[in-house]
């Protein structure tokens, strides 16, 4: 309609005042004007002069003359407001109800990817609720830009190896007897960061003892009998030590085997796991490269840096003095790496906020040596989660564990569901299913409903309430659609083209039109946010309809039809957007 209504403007401009313009600025009507979309007369001024209510009035009868959909206009200074016809709204939403995956674009054959990087754990604790939210933005983000158009490919680079990890090998070496995942009954990741825990424990047991002893809080957390072990450790483990690799391998095993059970709780998945065993080596010949063209330089005890002072950031360690690599080493080497092994347009990293500068400096290296596709580098940053009981500390055992937080999502949604008694005639298994649906689609709309730039304070209760923009309120509008489809028993599916429509039903439509321009708009800026909110919007438009008009109860057949054809998409819509947020939806609730 934009499109033709561009076109009919110009050649308005062009038949009454003899110019030809360059552009037509459009916007929503007001909700206290009458009309449906708005030309802003004030950006013709640079082509015509005179009044801007003058020339509105006379642009609009000549679209009112021209247009066939165009049904009536005002003029309100200088915005010119048109109403469009009812007939081209029904058309509009015929094709609407008729395109499956409405919203949703194919990529194309020769379609470069798109990466997206997200979770990225250390194998020494399980994880958490910081972790969530990462797992679902990344998960969400990535499902956003597949339904944009584009290839996508889903990672995680594993932090499998350094010091915190020798950390919780060395404390189950101490104090394990030989448990397993088997012997305790516990997730192979929860017993690994028990040590985790433990180790930090008697860390500060023999940093107190050293203390007493008369070293300074410097001298002890260096000289701590525990930590200078676990660093030997991993001198061994870098030597390829036979009997450290093997624990090493043994215990990594227990933590994968639990995320994946996390992960599949979570609803997430990956297409190609990195491991940093694997990575921490890569980027050591870039850095080599770089130092011969000159974009890095070597300072005197051996250690090699590059200077971004003139591009307002400071100078950057690449390699340390004994030759070794930092973490920008390896994620030169990990990012080049990526684009080797997939025709890849765009990297998509998931990682929190307090990185940013890391990023920064990352995107400028790799475009100084010359990467072209360094540009299409982004960094999805994201603010901390935090909890009404205060901030988290995984080594002192304080997290919010991820496991945990999901069961007490499911109970939270058990308690309130049988306090609403309306569970009659479900099985058990089928209540336990439900509780979970509605726990979880609670905790990830609460947490994907906000900017991911946003710090968010997380409330359980509050994000399972079944009214208000929660995923639960929108879940039971779902199901109530539902419900209305399995009563609707005539043939709906004929077309209707000449009805007047209500203002519920306009609204509602004009929502639904909406739809693939909110994907696009969500893939582009990243953003869960963007769809979370769109379907708030869409299922208070049709709660609106739903409260005003009859549907299966009108008497006029048409009306019982469009409505109901109006029911049976907005639930598509709610389905899609909710599986592109990674929530289910109950048929019944």
Same mark, same amino acid.
């Given at each position: 309609?934009?499109?033709?209504?561009?076109?009919?403007?110009?050649?308005?401009?062009?038949?009454?005042?003899?110019?030809?313009?360059?552009?037509?600025?459009?916007?929503?009507?007001?909700?206290?004007?009458?009309?449906?979309?708005?030309?802003?007369?004030?950006?013709?001024?640079?082509?015509?002069? +005179?009044?801007?209510?003058?020339?509105?009035?006379?642009?609009?009868?000549?679209?009112?003359?021209?247009?066939?959909?165009?049904?009536?206009?005002? /003029?309100?200074?200088?915005?010119?407001?048109?109403?469009?016809?009812?007939?081209?709204?029904?058309?509009?939403?015929? #094709?609407?109800?008729?395109?499956?995956?409405? +919203?949703?674009?194919?990529?194309?054959?020769?379609?470069?990817?798109?990466?997206?990087?997200?979770?990225?754990?250390?194998?020494?604790?399980?994880?958490?609720?910081?972790?969530?939210?990462?797992?679902?933005?990344?998960?969400?983000?990535?499902?956003?830009?597949?339904?944009?158009?584009?290839?996508?490919?889903?990672?995680?680079?594993?932090?499998?190896?350094? =010091?915190?990890?020798?950390?919780?090998?060395?404390?189950?070496?101490?104090?394990?007897?030989?448990?397993?995942?088997?012997?305790?009954?516990?997730?192979?990741?929860?017993?690994?960061?028990?040590?985790?825990?433990?180790?930090?424990?008697?860390?500060?047991?023999?940093?107190?003892?050293?203390?007493?002893? +008369?070293?300074?809080?410097?001298?002890?957390?260096? $000289?701590?009998?525990?930590?200078?072990?676990?660093?030997?450790?991993?001198?061994?483990?870098?030597?390829?030590?036979?009997?450290?690799?093997?624990?090493?391998?043994?215990?990594?095993?227990? /933590?994968?085997?639990?995320?994946?059970?996390?992960?599949?709780?979570?609803?997430?998945?990956?297409?190609?796991?990195?491991?940093? #065993?694997?990575?921490?080596?890569?980027?050591?010949?870039?850095?080599?490269?770089?130092?011969?063209?000159?974009?890095?330089?070597?300072?005197?005890?051996?250690?090699?840096?590059?200077?971004?002072?003139?591009?307002?950031?400071?100078?950057?360690?690449?390699?340390?003095?004994?030759?070794?690599?930092?973490?920008?080493?390896?994620?030169?080497?990990?990012?080049?790496?990526?684009?080797?092994?997939?025709?890849?347009?765009?990297?998509?990293?998931?990682?929190?906020?307090?990185?940013?500068?890391?990023?920064?400096?990352?995107?400028?290296?790799?475009?100084?040596?010359?990467?072209?596709?360094?540009?299409?580098?982004?960094?999805?940053?994201?603010?901390?989660?935090?909890?009404?009981?205060?901030?988290?500390?995984?080594?002192?055992?304080?997290?919010?564990?991820?496991?945990?937080?999901?069961?007490?999502?499911?109970?939270?949604?058990?308690? =309130?569901?049988?306090?609403?008694?309306?569970?009659?005639?479900?099985?058990?298994?089928?209540?336990?299913?439900?509780?979970? !649906?509605?726990?979880?689609?609670?905790?990830?709309?609460?947490?994907?409903?906000?900017?991911?730039?946003?710090?968010? &304070?997380?409330?359980?209760?509050?994000?399972?309430?079944?009214?208000?923009?929660?995923?639960?309120?929108?879940?039971?509008?779902?199901?109530?659609? $539902?419900?209305?489809?399995?009563?609707?028993?005539?043939?709906?599916?004929?077309?209707?083209?000449?009805?007047?429509?209500?203002?519920?039903?306009?609204?509602?439509?004009?929502?639904?039109?909406?739809?693939?321009?909110?994907?696009?708009?969500?893939?582009?800026?990243?953003?869960?946010?963007?769809?979370?909110?769109?379907?708030?919007? &869409?299922?208070?438009?049709?709660?609106?309809?739903?409260?005003? &008009?009859?549907?299966?109860?009108?008497?006029?057949?048409?009306?019982?039809?469009?409505?109901?054809?109006?029911?049976?998409?907005?639930?598509? /819509?709610?389905? !899609?957007?909710?599986?592109?947020?990674?929530?289910?939806?109950?048929?019944?609730?």
């Amino acid at each position: 309609m934009q499109q033709q209504l561009e076109i009919a403007v110009k050649k308005a401009f062009q038949e009454i005042y003899s110019v030809t313009i360059d552009t037509v600025e459009f916007q929503v009507t007001r909700k206290e004007f009458e009309g449906d979309i708005t030309i802003v007369v004030f950006a013709f001024l640079r082509f015509v002069k +005179g009044n801007p209510v003058e020339i509105g009035n006379k642009i609009g009868t000549y679209l009112k003359d021209n247009v066939e959909e165009i049904a009536d206009f005002n /003029v309100v200074k200088g915005f010119l407001n048109l109403v469009i016809s009812d007939s081209f709204f029904v058309n509009s939403f015929q #094709s609407i109800y008729e395109t499956e995956n409405f +919203g949703i674009v194919q990529p194309a054959e020769n379609e470069k990817a798109v990466m997206v990087e997200y979770s990225s754990p250390n194998t020494n604790k399980p994880l958490h609720l910081g972790h969530i939210r990462n797992n679902l933005l990344g998960y969400s983000v990535a499902e956003i830009i597949k339904a944009s158009g584009r290839k996508v490919y889903k990672t995680q680079i594993i932090n499998d190896r350094g =010091i915190h990890i020798c950390k919780s090998m060395l404390a189950w070496q101490r104090f394990g007897n030989g448990e397993t995942p088997e012997s305790t009954g516990l997730k192979g990741d929860k017993l690994v960061g028990n040590y985790y825990v433990a180790f930090d424990k008697a860390y500060k047991e023999e940093i107190k003892q050293l203390i007493a002893e +008369g070293k300074t809080e410097e001298e002890a957390k260096k $000289q701590a009998p525990i930590l200078v072990e676990a660093q030997q450790m991993l001198l061994k483990w870098e030597a390829g030590d036979e009997a450290i690799v093997s624990l090493w391998k043994t215990m990594n095993e227990w /933590v994968y085997a639990g995320f994946n059970e996390t992960y599949k709780a979570l609803g997430v998945d990956f297409d190609k796991n990195y491991y940093e #065993s694997n990575t921490y080596l890569l980027g050591k010949d870039v850095v080599a490269e770089g130092l011969a063209k000159g974009v890095f330089y070597k300072k005197e005890d051996g250690s090699v840096w590059i200077d971004l002072t003139e591009d307002g950031l400071d100078e950057k360690i690449v390699l340390r003095s004994d030759g070794t690599a930092v973490y920008m080493t390896q994620d030169i080497g990990t990012a080049i790496e990526r684009f080797k092994d997939f025709d890849l347009d765009e990297l998509v990293y998931t990682v929190g906020n307090e990185q940013d500068y890391h990023f920064k400096v990352l995107f400028l290296i790799l475009e100084k040596l010359g990467f072209s596709w360094a540009k299409n580098c982004y960094h999805l940053s994201y603010g901390m989660v935090d909890l009404p009981s205060g901030k988290m500390k995984s080594r002192e055992g304080t997290v919010v564990d991820a496991d945990d937080l999901m069961f007490e999502m499911t109970n939270t949604a058990r308690e =309130i569901s049988q306090e609403l008694g309306k569970l009659e005639g479900y099985s058990n298994e089928e209540k336990e299913t439900l509780y979970n !649906t509605i726990g979880l689609g609670a905790l990830k709309y609460y947490i994907l409903k906000v900017d991911p730039k946003k710090r968010i &304070l997380f409330d359980p209760e509050e994000s399972v309430d079944f009214a208000g923009n929660t995923g639960p309120f929108i879940q039971y509008t779902y199901a109530r659609i $539902q419900s209305i489809l399995r009563k609707a028993d005539f043939d709906y599916s004929s077309s209707i083209s000449t009805i007047a429509l209500h203002e519920k039903e306009r609204s509602l439509i004009k929502q639904l039109q909406l739809f693939p321009e909110v994907i696009q708009n969500a893939a582009k800026n990243h953003s869960p946010a963007l769809i979370a909110n769109y379907t708030y919007d &869409l299922v208070k438009e049709y709660n609106s309809l739903y409260q005003t &008009l009859p549907i299966l109860g009108c008497d006029n057949e048409n009306e019982k039809i469009i409505r109901t054809k109006l029911s049976k998409k907005v639930s598509e /819509v709610i389905k !899609t957007a909710f599986g592109l947020l990674g929530i289910d939806v109950p048929e019944r609730m």
